[in-house]
């Protein structure tokens, strides 16, 4: 049984929701007090596992491995293997193609082969180093040019097809084409990947993992050890963020800790070195685009023809959900009337990339942007009169996926605000005008929408349960499946649970999340944390709500509509009882004050084979202006300013969610400017450290920087409390930054469309320029 949802919560007065409160960590945060893996109290007798791999080579057939040395090595307890798993030797999410450890070949640089358990983490670290192994070399293949040459992917193909792209190509007045790389991005969690597993009674295990998919960390390491799931516990009370690089990936580590756990009977620990972690982890999915637009001579787009050449590495890993989101956010924000968005999920022999925030979207907006931009250069026209004159409207509302965007009018209302309140067309003004007298320095500027689905694309991960309790002093105990990486979910569905009660928040207690109170649970991703955990738990706290009032009804002989909670009370008429004496009295009556809520998102009815439905449960909406200037003699670039407007509904708690659109955009800004992985011509990771991999930092964040939320009527989809989406829609607005770069450069020759691809490094930017420069006199 289901609560129903209140009707008039949009107008009812409100004590907890909507209001700007601290996140439930905060100060623990600040005072260096927060509990993280790494921080828990170790048994006297904890072991601590280091993973080994070849140094040698990149890709090659075992021949022999020699581990005498590491055996032998002091304070080394064991030495695992593949040969040392009693279940089944693979920790992917799906497909059955990631091993725990290696067997007969070396499939990338990084590789796992065995795991030493020692003492200390410095024995096993230095033990690991003696290992000798024998590889005969194969060939890698490295890049995307590469994998289509070699015809290797670890997927079908798959596409979008909109009407007549060909008939409606051929009916267009100006085609353009052109190619870009996207670059990848390491996740850069400041908690790297950890794991604690503590062996129980009857062969069961209790696994302590930075994970944001704690049920997938039970399913993996039952698979693993070949016991039944309800054997395995996995719980996490908090992470040192995750950004999805710990959605699939803590898999592999959790499984390690656990094998050494069962194999020696000691509570066991991993904890993978920065170096380690970025050689052996995924990244963000890097992609060559190959594009072709038609238009007319307005700029209105007439048929789009887009492939995505995605680099997925050596396993399939969340490639699947990665990809299908980039086509699905292939439109952006612009009306198609005929596509052809296809994919192409290449196989290289490199880590297997994985899910980041964004989750493939942040790579097809930006091609779509580039495409606007194009066309605009070509036209000789500003690119905001091109957005605007393609954004979705009236009869053109379909995307290239079959899904009205039903609140297109939102996304035009928040992009003309955003237009007039960045003072866009003066600056544009000023700009032309600085470009025109200076030789050296180009400033450049772009606004740039975005429209982003919310909603797990595979169907079943839309679900969600919460466990509430409510005591008999009053005080509430709440568990529901997502996880808390530093977003502001426990505390957002804590104020939830204590607006139903009428309560303060001191009397919520947030507890960890734990697979042994809330079962099969869905990843904490796709932005959707809030909007299904806690819908689960206002669930679960209005069914033992409505039983106090079933039961205060028939002590007071009343209606329902005499009872009211709020500040910590419970009015009957006008009388006035604490909840604290009412859950006494119900507990005395033998009442119910516990319930397992459960919410699925409604209307989700997308079916990948016949790419048709809905997948989507809304959209949420944000723009960001951005300026930039460019140094064309060295190709350095700062960032001057950025507005950003942006939707979230009506927000749970605007001091997170400003939170979250800030360090979304900074993330993506990073992304897109100064954040390049490289690999060298054998597949080593040689951005592998903070020295040669560069996150922003504070002197990167412009210093007029400038965040407001969207006041719109909220969701029109019944959302916990009409609230959007904020995690993952952020992200996108960096694709204003690199769209501002683009005009920077485009302004050396009028016309002419740039060659820049992401990230926009000052080397990428130096090639631009000279690209264009030698067009001027060539």
Not at 122 to 137: F, G, H, Q, V, Y
Not at 220 to 243: C, H, N, Q, S, Y
Request: glycine residues 8%; aromatic residues 6%; hydrophobic residues 40%.
């Amino acid at each position: 049984m289901t609560a129903p949802l209140d009707p008039n919560e949009m107008t009812a007065p409100l004590k907890t929701v909507r209001k700007a409160l601290p996140h439930d960590s905060a100060e623990k945060h600040v005072s260096g007090t927060a509990t993280y893996i790494d921080d828990m109290v170790e048994p006297l007798d904890t072991l601590h596992v280091v993973p080994g791999w070849c140094r040698s080579a990149v890709r090659g057939r075992v021949q022999s491995v020699d581990l005498e040395d590491v055996v032998n090595s002091p304070g080394v307890i064991a030495v695992l293997t593949a040969a040392d798993v009693p279940g089944t030797n693979d920790c992917s999410s799906a497909f059955g193609d990631d091993p725990v450890l290696a067997t007969d070949d070396i499939l990338f640089y990084g590789q796992v082969v065995f795991a030493v358990v020692a003492e200390t983490r410095e024995a096993a670290r230095k033990a690991a180093l003696k290992a000798k192994i024998d590889i005969t070399p194969i060939t890698p293949i490295l890049t995307a040019d590469d994998a289509v040459d070699a015809d290797t992917t670890v997927l079908p193909d798959y596409q979008f097809r909109r009407g007549s792209p060909e008939t409606g190509m051929n009916a267009a007045e100006e085609i353009q084409s052109g190619s870009m790389r996207i670059g990848g991005q390491e996740h850069f969690y400041l908690e790297g990947q950890v794991a604690m597993a503590q062996p129980q009674e009857d062969g069961g295990m209790l696994v302590h993992s930075s994970t944001q998919h704690p049920t997938e960390i039970q399913h993996t390491v039952a698979k693993v050890l070949g016991v039944p799931d309800a054997a395995i516990t996995a719980e996490v009370r908090r992470m040192g963020g995750g950004f999805g690089g710990k959605e699939s990936q803590a898999n592999q580590w959790a499984a390690l800790a656990a094998l050494a756990a069962c194999k020696t009977g000691r509570t066991c620990k991993l904890r993978l070195d920065r170096d380690d972690d970025m050689i052996m982890t995924g990244k963000r999915h890097d992609f060559k685009v190959n594009w072709k637009v038609g238009h007319n001579s307005e700029g209105r787009i007439r048929a789009v023809d887009m492939e995505f050449l995605s680099r997925c590495g050596y396993s399939v890993d969340l490639s699947l959900g990665v990809n299908d989101r980039t086509l699905f956010h292939a439109d952006s924000s612009y009306f198609y009337p005929d596509a052809l968005i296809r994919s192409r999920r290449l196989r290289t022999d490199t880590c297997s990339n994985t899910a980041f925030r964004g989750f493939g979207g942040p790579q097809g907006m930006l091609a779509a942007e580039r495409m606007i931009d194009a066309i605009a250069i070509r036209l000789g026209k500003d690119p905001l009169e091109i957005r605007k004159l393609n954004f979705y409207d009236g009869e053109r509302n379909l995307t290239p996926y079959g899904m009205p965007v039903e609140e297109y009018e939102v996304m035009h209302d928040l992009i003309a605000q955003l237009e007039t309140s960045s003072n866009y067309w003066e600056r544009r003004e000023a700009i032309n005008s600085f470009n025109a007298e200076n030789a050296v320095l180009k400033k450049g500027l772009a606004l740039t929408p975005v429209k982003f689905g919310i909603s797990f694309t595979l169907k079943h991960l839309n679900q969600a349960g919460a466990l509430v309790h409510l005591y008999t002093d009053g005080s509430v105990h709440l568990n529901h499946g997502g996880t808390e990486m530093g977003q502001g979910l426990y505390q957002k569905v804590a104020q939830v649970v204590a607006e139903e009660f009428g309560i303060t928040l001191d009397k919520v207690r947030i507890t960890a999340t734990n697979t042994s109170k809330v079962p099969n649970t869905a990843p904490t991703a796709a932005s959707s944390g809030t909007d299904l955990n806690a819908m689960a738990a206002k669930i679960a706290a209005r069914e033992i709500k409505n039983r106090l009032i079933t039961f205060l009804c028939e002590q007071h002989q009343c209606g329902p509509e005499a009872i009211h909670f709020g500040d910590n009370k419970v009015l009957i008429g006008d009388q006035a009882f604490t909840l604290a004496e009412v859950a006494k009295l119900a507990h005395m009556a033998r009442i119910q004050m516990s319930h397992a809520g459960f919410y699925a998102t409604p209307g989700i009815t997308w079916d990948r084979d016949s790419a048709t439905g809905r997948p989507f449960f809304y959209f949420a909406f944000g723009g960001a202006c951005a300026e930039v200037t460019i140094d064309t003699m060295t190709g350095e670039m700062t960032v001057d300013r950025v507005d950003i407007l942006h939707d979230v509904g009506h927000s749970l708690n605007p001091a997170i969610d400003l939170g979250q659109i800030e360090g979304g955009f900074v993330q993506g800004m990073g992304w897109l400017t100064t954040e390049e992985l490289v690999w060298d011509e054998e597949g080593r990771l040689r951005t592998h450290a903070p020295s040669t991999y560069k996150i922003p930092t504070a002197s990167d964040i412009p210093e007029a920087f400038t965040v407001d939320l969207y006041e719109g009527s909220g969701n029109p989809q019944a959302t916990v409390y009409r609230s959007k989406a904020v995690g993952e829609p952020p992200v996108m607005l960096a694709n204003a930054v690199f769209c501002a770069i683009n005009d920077a450069v485009a302004s050396l020759v009028p016309g002419e469309v740039p060659n820049l691809d992401a990230p926009a490094t000052p080397e990428a930017i130096m090639r631009a320029v000279q690209d264009m420069r030698r067009r001027k006199t060539g």
